[in-house]
């Protein structure tokens, strides 16, 4: 692991794996970059992997203030700058994470071979924003346990719950994020819906979605997928934090899209 100031925060970074290719991983909101520790192994013998805890999650910086889906692209952009990543590389994400890397890759199409998102989070609907901004001031006034047990039920149901030791890990990583932060990154999501953007995507894109995710189901996403030009859809059969719930689909699912790209 490391450490490095870029575009204004610190952020915690890791690069394994060597290869012709980058692939770069996004984790999900609550997430940290060890979201990918049961993905990464399949990915890194062909390519060089790089995961990162965003803004105001994990190791990285807190968040302050208002945050931008700008602010999480360009924190991307800085990073592989200063990591040395000058080509074009493949991302994959979770929720936020997925939308970041949507984001990154319509503001940068130049640097971007591919996409995997899972779940893809870019905004809330116009009935749920009400219900966001209430959750993120529930969370400012009691901490993640104010919000632990409805959100915990929904993200992470009994039916992936495949391994008690990875769900006893998640809860208690996901309980000690930084409230201010994951406020934040609540009140983003309800104040800037970056949807339309999607058809303006122009690299080859895979979108998944899990079987058992009430929060972005097969039927949210495949719409999605249609919004962007040329863009595959594959459900899986997980839930919402997918690379912790089922890490072999996931690992499957973006090792053998970014193969069929030569990636």
């Excluded at 909101?29 to 105001?56: C, F, I, K, N």
């Excluded at 040395?84 to 890397?101: K, Y």
């Amino acid at each position: 692991m490391n450490w490095i100031e870029v575009n204004g925060t610190s952020l915690r970074y890791d690069v394994q794996g060597s290869g012709k290719s980058t692939l770069v991983l996004v984790h999900e909101m609550g997430g940290t970059l060890e979201s990918w520790d049961q993905v990464v192994p399949a990915l890194t013998h062909v390519r060089q992997v790089l995961r990162y805890d965003t803004r105001g999650a994990g190791q990285s910086e807190k968040i302050g203030g208002p945050v931008t889906w700008t602010d999480m692209a360009e924190d991307l952009k800085a990073l592989l700058d200063a990591v040395g990543i000058t080509g074009r590389v493949a991302l994959a994400g979770i929720a936020v994470g997925a939308a970041i890397a949507a984001h990154f890759a319509v503001r940068y199409p130049e640097r971007v071979a591919a996409l995997v998102l899972h779940g893809p989070a870019p905004g809330v609907a116009a009935d749920r924003r009400q219900a966001t901004l209430e959750r993120a001031a529930a969370v400012e006034a009691g901490g993640m346990r104010a919000i632990a047990e409805a959100s915990i039920a929904a993200s992470y149901p009994p039916v992936v719950r495949n391994d008690p030791e990875e769900f006893r890990k998640f809860r208690a990583r996901w309980l000690a994020n930084d409230p201010q932060s994951f406020a934040a990154i609540n009140r983003m999501l309800a104040t800037e819906d970056i949807t339309p953007e999607l058809v303006r995507i122009a690299c080859p894109t895979l979108l998944t979605a899990g079987r058992h995710d009430p929060l972005r189901p097969p039927a949210v996403i495949e719409p999605m997928a249609r919004l962007i030009p040329g863009a595959e859809f594959l459900e899986l059969n997980s839930g919402h934090f997918a690379s912790i719930q089922t890490p072999g689909l996931v690992s499957q699912a973006i090792h053998g899209f970014l193969s069929a790209q030569g990636l």
